[in-house]
């Protein structure tokens, strides 16, 4: 984080953070709160470092790390996760045709695991599922289902599989992206575990594949390792993701780690040389349950893209 970043996101949340000093001592600064609470997000450290550094006490930094983080979460997540229009969709699918050579696709879901402990035996192990673009940065997440739920039952429980269904997501009507003018459905892309629909697209199943299902796989892998990268970024520029998170709140924290993600990259962050991606993906382990084999509608999907991108690399 850059020290404008820094201090941009201090005037959005310093105010929420303000605390009236009384006659018995001062109140710890809305500038010191939020320093306490990116070093124990950034660095991964115990609340006994921030007790030791900080000289505050334990339940203090507790505190402190929660109000900061509610603040962050309701200050930016309306600011740097909107909800997305038609517009929206439109413009993150350009970049996703530029960046991952993948027409009219809207994002890629996945879901990643984390623990929170306030306990020093017991962890309870959480996901959280997200929805990233073709800049790294999260268009949707939830947090706090068990892990035991698999990734399909935790997007069929969501709002965004809800606004799917309904139509009310803004998705864009079917577009033609070649010179046949055949129309070809605005999609998101997932992994194996994804049910496949008209507008959620999953890799084939199967060892022995043949050349058209091979590249459609590598192609639809290309744009859909973007959430991992996602997932990948947000661990490593938030540390405490590396360990389970010793605070008796709720899932608060990883929100707000979200939210400070979208923020950071926007301001700070820049495309990397993997814009450059390699056409031979090692496709092992690709192959989908296939117990939930979509619709027709789903299945032509499918097809459609699978040709297009069979006749394009043949161009």
């Known amino acids: 984080m850059s020290r404008s970043t820094f201090y941009e996101l201090l005037a959005v949340c310093g105010e929420k953070l303000a605390k009236k000093d009384t006659p018995m001592r001062n109140a710890i600064t809305s500038e010191e709160k939020l320093v306490i609470t990116i070093r124990y997000l950034a660095t991964g450290c115990s609340l006994a470092e921030l007790h030791y550094n900080f000289r505050i006490g334990r339940s203090t930094a507790s505190n402190i790390i929660q109000e900061v983080c509610e603040a962050i979460w309701i200050e930016l997540a309306d600011k740097v996760i909107p909800q997305c229009s038609t517009e929206k969709w439109i413009e993150i699918a350009k970049v996703f045709q530029t960046c991952a050579q993948f027409p009219n696709c809207i994002g890629a879901i996945d879901g990643n695991i984390f623990g929170l402990s306030s306990h020093p035996i017991v962890v309870l192990f959480y996901v959280l599922f997200a929805m990233c673009d073709a800049n790294y940065c999260f268009t949707y997440i939830e947090v706090g289902s068990y892990v035991k739920s698999s990734d399909a039952g935790i997007f069929t429980n969501s709002k965004l599989y809800e606004r799917l269904v309904d139509n009310t997501l803004g998705v864009p009507a079917p577009y033609a992206i070649d010179e046949t003018n055949e129309k070809y459905p605005f999609i998101i892309v997932g992994d194996k575990t994804f049910p ?18 091979e590249t459609f ?11 991992e ?83 394009q690399k043949t161009v």
């Open 217 to 227: 796989n590598a192609r639809l892998t290309r744009a859909r390792r973007y959430i």
């Open 196 to 213: 496949l629909s008209e507008n959620l697209l999953r890799p084939f199943g199967g060892k022995q594949l043949t050349p058209l299902k």
């Open 229 to 311: 990268c996602c997932f990948g970024i947000l661990a490593n520029k938030w540390r405490i993701f590396h360990r389970p998170i010793d605070l008796d709140i709720d899932a608060t924290v990883v929100k707000a780690a979200c939210a400070l993600h979208n923020f950071i990259r926007t301001r700070d962050g820049t495309r990397s040389n993997d814009e450059k991606l390699d056409e031979n993906i090692n496709l092992e382990g690709l192959a989908p349950d296939t117990t939930h084999r979509g619709n027709p509608l789903a299945l032509s999907a499918r097809d459609k893209y699978a040709q297009y991108f069979v006749k």
